[in-house]
Each structure stands twice: as C-alpha cells, then as structure tokens.
C-alpha cells in the first residue's frame, strides 16, 4: 500500500514538473517547427492583442489549463491503477470521481474554446469592386 501511495505521489509530482522539462526542451535548437509555429502564433496573437500583457496573461492561462488538464489525467490513470493492484471498491470509486472530473474539466475547455471562437469579431465580405472597363477606341497623342 506504501508502495501505491509512493507511485501516486510521483505522478502527482511528474505531472507538475514535467511541462517545465519539455518546456525547456522546446528552446533547444533542434526544435525549430515548433520554435517557428509558436513564433508565428505569437505574432498572429500580438497582432490581435491591444496590449503585451493580454498576450501574457493568454500564455500564463493556457499553461494553467495545460499542467491541471495533466494533473487530471495522471490522478485518473492513478486511481485507476490503484483499483486494479489492490482490487478495491473504493479505489474503483475514486476512479469514478476522478473521471468524472477529468470529463467535466475537459467539457468546460470545450465550452470556453467555443465561446471564444463565437466572440470573435466577424469581418464582413463586401461586394466585389466594379472596374470600369477600359475604353476600346484608340487614340493618337502625338501629333
């Protein structure tokens, strides 16, 4: 049981650390698709942020989002893994809740993704412009 409690522990501690890592390995010099992709959002959403500290604040909630969405996901796998070694009901419950959690969290992204997108602004397509056509007779400028 110690042995559980030590596992679930270290997942809950992996789950916290590990962004970080790969975070860090995201810099390094051989990830330049990702380094060019993450540069190209940056732009496109400094483009559309009025000030530096939205783009921030954006930047700072997605990681938030990120590391619990991992943290949930590795307390699930956890408790389930509790379940199975120890064949516990209770385990098996607290597989449930967790579950259940990481479902309800997963559904809010959802929701917040979609409102999002339906609080963009919405450009409007004008009406092509009418050239007037050119006039086809010839005329002599020099004399």
């Known amino acids: ?11 809950v501690w992996a789950a916290w650390f590990l962004p970080n890592y790969f975070e860090s390995r995201r810099s390094s010099p051989g990830a330049t698709t990702r380094s060019f992709a993450r540069s190209t959002e940056m732009l496109a959403s400094a483009a559309m942020a009025s000030t530096r500290r939205e783009v921030e ?14 943290l ?9 893994a509790a379940a199975i070694v120890t ?5 098996l419950i607290a597989t449930l809740v967790a579950d259940a959690v990481f479902a309800g969290y997963v559904a809010l992204l959802l929701q917040i993704k979609q409102q999002r997108s339906m609080a963009a602004p919405v450009v409007p397509i004008s009406a092509p412009l009418e050239v007037p056509a050119p006039d086809p007779s010839v005329k002599v400028v020099a004399g």
Request: proline letters at 0%.
């Open 57 to 70: 604040a954006r930047r700072q909630t997605l990681t938030r989002r990120r590391r619990i969405l991992l």
């Open 72 to 80: 949930l996901g590795t307390v699930a796998v956890a408790t389930l």
């Open 1 to 11: 049981m110690e042995i559980l409690v030590f596992l679930l522990l270290a997942a």
């Open 87 to 91: 064949s516990s009901w209770l385990w």
